[in-house]
């Protein structure tokens, strides 16, 4: 196969910060080449520098065997490179034609945008990829997630895109979205497109790459034929050192029932839920996109009301379930989206990690900033983020890892007895996933109740002491850490109908 | 040792805040010395610098609650017809023989009501703060005409001691309150849960919700000390003219805007000081009469404020943005900007 893009030694730093040093990639035509590395790793740097947002301090970037060096965003577009970023960028009230054909849109004699002639374009696009139950004149605000992030993948090739980096592509995506999508992307290949797939989920990058390269701290560290590999050996490469068993076990058993859910219901989302946490436990959360498992922690933690139903805490009944009454009474929770609901992220780490208690460090007009000081770095080193300029550096220039932590320290601060994670290690690096583990189940030795909703079947399976397993709103099962087995979990997630789906 | 280090963390503090005022503060000096040249020092005279102050000291009680809304992440256009519902009450109860403070404690309290309106429709209802408070800036204007009958209230001599009085014989009162209500603005939103919360919901609404802060009655509140400051101006300028207008304020929403980024606050949110706003009130001010003083032509004065404006935003954003030269900053925009770099 003849090598359509190579990038040679390239060098970028950011300051004092070297971000790349040395690094070589080259992708082929109709291959997909997985780059993968921690948070960090320079991946972001590398296809930036590809998509002409960044240019390299150092080095060659050649397309098609010529030398080229791309002035912006433009230049690179030219050359047929389109980034599709993990934040999806369509215009949620324009149609699926308009958003296609943005900046590009036909006209007519007249000068005026020649709807027909864009929307009859459209739909044999959208026809040659096998998606034409997308009508092109529907809002891109009603297509799913998968549906739009095609959308702007057909943007990229109606520019007559041959190389494209999808970066993370799959963060947002059901299970079925993502088989839909890997579909899709073996039909571009079969086009000669060339693809860079950046993804943290291992699974993904061995089921859809051909080549996989690693990066770490900036450096090149190699380049695998997929087949020829497997995950110990990505792992160790990505870490720098062997990585056999990532994930650590509770060593205690489970103490008194601390937390009682009875008969929880909120419209379709959460229907007749009953669970119950007990000191020193992980209980695990399972459960495909939208089965309610984080409407029902909404519900507990006081951001939504119950239609009906009860929690009781150690016993008692909690009534007026304001966020702020429920976080006094010991139950915190860590949100799905970090970003959003998690950090305030142009503030810095302090603040963030104090915004839960402020009630114990503001008294009046008097901020107790000895207590400020010390309780952010207490956690600064319990949980050892990493930041370049001290307590004050603002939180958006932290990595994923590092944002999970402060949003972990924030919920910690407030000396819970009940902690409820959901999804903490989304966009987690391998190093920081690790640390988190090890943080959960020290949090449960301690005797703190671990509630831990996630999407990922092996962390659910190896580190749960009980998994709770939910399916449209209702809780479908409930399995003993003996009981537990990948299939018997998937089962229950599909509501008991295995054998029927597959 | 302790009380060492305890000092030096307050000098670090003080001088942090200094240096994010930097920018800003070179700009007022740039500006003040350009004029004292033109002038031929005549510009730093005392008397004139205390004008200064006194010019801005009424629009600058506004822009400090305008600041805390613009925070949050909203906004208030309704400052300037809450400062006329104010004065023409004051005034008018004045008029009617009522005592001077019931008059002035009616003035204020009719704005902070209107504000608290404000605040409920913004904190209660899905309105949004520009439709809300632009609802309430129509609504307040009429009523400020309907009591005062669309003329000027006057009132006799005699209230006139806040609005004119000196301290010292030199430093107007209007100055010595708009310090004073400057300092109190700067520790609430400093060293308070209030200023906290303010910052964290402009900074991600969500984030706030989850961290268990009472989102409706930080903007509530934030509407309703809007309203009160408008008030507390409404009042002054009453007293200084002796006269209750209908007319007051018109545009004061716009200069308190304009003063809040100038001072580095922003549009969207979640970033802003009260220092920031008084440096930025400072600089178009300055500007202003230092124009006047050259006998610049008003028109010429206005077009030269608007670029100005917007010059001193760009000029402090490039420096905070910490980039370095204006080289890599032309760089950076052939790139296609900021919003590149994710």
């Not at chain 1, 990229?156 to 088989?179: F, G, H, Q, V, Y």
């Not at chain 1, 939208?290 to 409407?295: F, I, K, L, N, Q």
């Not at chain 1, 300029?389 to 944002?403: A, D, H, K, M």
């Not at chain 2, 905070?320 to 925009?333: D, I, M």
Request: aromatic share 8%.
């Amino acid at each position: 196969m003849e090598t359509i893009v190579e990038m040679r030694r390239i060098t970028k730093r950011f300051g004092d910060v070297m971000v790349l040093d040395d690094v070589h990639f080259d992708l082929r035509r109709g291959e997909v080449h997985a780059l993968i590395g921690e948070n960090g790793a320079g991946k972001s740097t590398m296809i930036k520098i590809l998509a002409g947002v960044h240019g390299a301090d150092k080095g060659e970037v050649f397309v098609a065997g010529a030398p080229v060096r791309f002035e912006n965003v433009r230049d690179s577009m030219n050359m047929g490179i389109s980034v599709i970023y993990q934040e999806l960028s369509l215009a949620p009230t324009m149609t699926v034609a308009e958003n296609i054909y943005l900046g590009q849109m036909p006209r007519t004699s007249f000068g005026l945008i020649d709807d027909e002639k864009m929307i009859r374009e459209a739909y044999s696009l959208l026809k040659r990829f096998g998606l034409d139950n997308i009508s092109p004149v529907a809002k891109a605000s009603s297509l799913s997630v998968a549906q739009q992030q095609m959308i702007e993948v057909l943007r990229a090739l109606s520019r007559d895109c041959r190389i494209l980096i999808m970066d993370e592509p799959t963060a947002s995506l059901t299970d079925k979205e993502i088989s839909k999508l890997f579909g899709f992307i073996k039909d571009l290949q079969d086009q000669g497109v060339a693809i860079v797939y950046i993804s943290h989920r291992m699974d993904e990058i061995f089921q859809i790459s051909d080549r996989i390269t690693v990066l770490r701290d900036g450096r090149y560290i190699g380049t695998k034929i997929t087949s020829e590999t497997d995950y110990e050996e990505l792992v160790s490469m990505m870490v720098g050192r062997e990585f056999k068993n990532i994930y650590s076990t509770v060593k205690g058993s489970p103490g008194d029932e601390i937390l009682k859910v009875v008969g929880l219901n909120r419209g379709t989302q959460v229907r007749n839920v009953t669970f119950s946490v007990r000191r020193g436990e992980v209980l695990g959360f399972y459960g495909l996109m939208g089965s309610g498992r984080t409407e029902t922690m909404r519900i507990i933690f006081g951001v939504d009301e119950a239609e009906s139903g009860d929690i009781y805490l150690e016993g008692n009944r909690m009534s007026e379930n304001s966020v702020r009454n429920v976080i006094k009474k010991g139950i915190v929770l860590a949100p799905e989206d970090r970003k959003e609901q998690g950090l305030v992220l142009i503030q810095g780490i302090r603040y963030n990690i104090s915004l839960s208690i402020m009630d114990q460090i503001i008294h009046g007009f008097r901020v107790d900033r000895e207590r400020e000081d010390r309780i952010a770095g207490e956690y600064v080193k319990m949980l050892n983020i990493r930041a370049r300029s001290g307590y004050e550096q603002p939180v958006n220039t932290l990595s994923g890892g590092n944002q999970q932590k402060v949003v972990i320290s924030k919920c910690l601060a407030a000396t819970p007895k009940v902690v409820i994670l959901d999804e903490p290690t989304r966009g987690v690096d391998i190093g920081a996933k690790h640390e988190l583990y090890r943080l959960i189940t020290e949090l449960a030795d301690s005797g703190t109740a671990v509630v831990f909703v996630s999407s990922e079947l092996p962390e659910i399976i190896n580190l749960c002491t009980r998994v709770i397993v939910m399916h449209e709103g209702r809780v479908t099962g409930e399995l003993s850490k003996s009981e537990l087995t990948e299939r018997g979990v998937l089962k229950l997630a599909l509501g008991g109908k295995l054998s029927a789906t597959k | 040792m302790r009380q060492n280090e305890m000092g030096n963390i307050r000098t670090d503090r003080f001088q942090m805040a200094l240096k994010e005022k930097s920018g800003l503060l070179l700009v007022l000096l740039i500006l003040m010395l350009i004029f004292g040249f033109l002038t031929k020092g005549r510009f730093w005279e005392i008397a004139n610098l205390i004008n200064l102050l006194r010019a801005i000291s009424l629009s600058t009680i506004v822009a400090f609650g305008m600041t805390l809304c613009i925070i949050t992440g909203g906004i208030d256009l309704s400052v300037g017809a809450l400062m006329a519902v104010s004065s023409t009450y004051c005034a008018g109860l004045i008029e009617h023989n009522a005592p001077t403070l019931v008059a002035v404690l009616a003035g204020i309290l009719m704005a902070f009501a209107m504000g608290t309106v404000n605040g409920f429709l913004i904190s209660r209802t899905p309105i949004p703060p520009f439709i809300a408070t632009l609802s309430m800036m129509t609504a307040a204007r009429g009523v400020a005409y309907m009591y005062s009958g669309g003329r000027p209230i006057r009132t006799p001599t005699g209230f006139g001691a806040v609005g004119n009085g000196y301290l010292f014989d030199i430093i107007p009162y209007p100055v010595i309150i708009a310090l004073v209500i400057m300092i109190i603005m700067s520790i609430l939103l400093n060293r308070t849960k209030f200023g906290r919360s303010i910052f964290a919901l402009g900074g991600s609404r969500e984030a706030a919700v989850f961290s268990g802060i009472d989102i409706k009655k930080t903007l509530w509140s934030t509407y309703a000390l809007t309203g009160f400051l408008c008030g507390i101006s409404g009042v002054i300028w009453a007293s200084r003219t002796y006269s209750g207008q209908p007319t007051l304020g018109t545009g004061a929403e716009m200069d308190a805007i304009a003063a809040a980024v100038v001072g580095g606050t922003s549009m969207a949110g979640g970033v802003g000081s009260i220092l920031g706003t008084f440096i930025g009130a400072l600089i178009i001010q300055v500007l202003n009469s230092g124009l006047n003083y050259l006998n610049v032509p008003f028109y010429y004065n206005n077009i030269l404020r608007g670029v100005v404006i917007a010059g001193a935003v760009l000029f402090d954003m490039h420096r905070k943005s910490g980039r370095g030269s204006v080289t890599a900053w032309f760089k950076s925009l052939k790139r296609g900007g900021d919003s590149a770099d994710k």
